[in-house]
């Protein structure tokens, strides 16, 4: 089955440092991505689309000098946490869709990234 | 407006009774409707979706247009069934938002 790899699966870093999440389609080409944040007992929210070869699609509310998207190849998505601030500790969470973006297709998700923010 | 709703946050059953988690959805367009699963300390992976009209672990979920539900049943409850689920209906023309989940205990 299709397999998504996000690492590192936690991080805890000190304020003011950036982090760098990966989201690696394994055994598929994903032309899209997705990145959620999830807060404790809460479901997940959307905070971008990312798609290969072009610039990601924010959601309202996200700061996209904040939250760096990079969608470099069809099978790597990079999430970048810069500057990063104690109220950014949150588990994220990387998911794929495999080949063209086919809404009939089920998405596969990473096992997220615990982030801690000293 | 685009909204999923699960109305409740918590459902907790005994053992071998039915379950139903309700999900209503407003949305554009035609969506395809998908649930998805979370087991303790697993990740978020697919359920079922509506259109492969397929049993998953003894779970269904028909598609009611009229109401724009998309109902989960299961007839006999198990306690590998606690998770947290779901649903999730989307299309092209739309963000794939997912709804608020509901946590589903089993108590044995």
């Known amino acids: 089955g299709a397999v998504v790899s996000q690492h590192p699966s936690w991080v805890i870093c000190k304020s003011g440092t950036s982090v760098k999440i990966e989201c690696r389609s394994l055994?598929?080409?994903?032309?899209?991505m997705f990145w959620y944040r999830q807060f404790p007992k809460q479901s997940l929210m959307l905070m971008a689309t990312s798609n290969e070869g072009s610039k990601a699609t924010y959601e309202q509310g996200v700061e996209k000098d904040k939250f760096l998207i990079n969608h470099a190849s069809l099978t790597l998505s990079t999430l970048t946490v810069t500057s990063a601030h104690p109220e950014d500790s949150s588990f994220y969470i990387c998911?794929?869709?495999?080949?063209?973006?086919?809404?009939?297709?089920?998405?596969?998700f990473g096992n997220g990234t615990r982030l801690t923010v000293t | 407006a685009q909204r999923v709703t699960q109305p409740e946050k918590l459902l907790s059953v005994f053992k071998g009774a039915p379950v139903e988690l309700k999900c209503n959805y407003s949305y554009s367009g035609s969506p395809e409707l998908f649930w998805y699963v979370q087991y303790s300390r697993q990740r978020l992976q697919l359920l079922l979706r509506h259109i492969s009209r397929e049993s998953i672990k003894g779970f269904t979920a028909d598609l009611n247009k009229g109401e724009t539900s998309f109902h989960l049943k299961k007839p006999f409850a198990q306690e590998e069934d606690s998770a947290m689920y779901y649903c999730v209906p989307y299309s092209s023309a739309s963000k794939i938002i997912f709804g608020s989940g509901t946590r589903l205990s089993i108590r044995p």
């Open positions: 055994d598929f080409q994903a032309t899209t």
């Open positions: 998911s794929a869709m495999p080949g063209a973006q086919s809404y009939n297709s089920p998405l596969h």
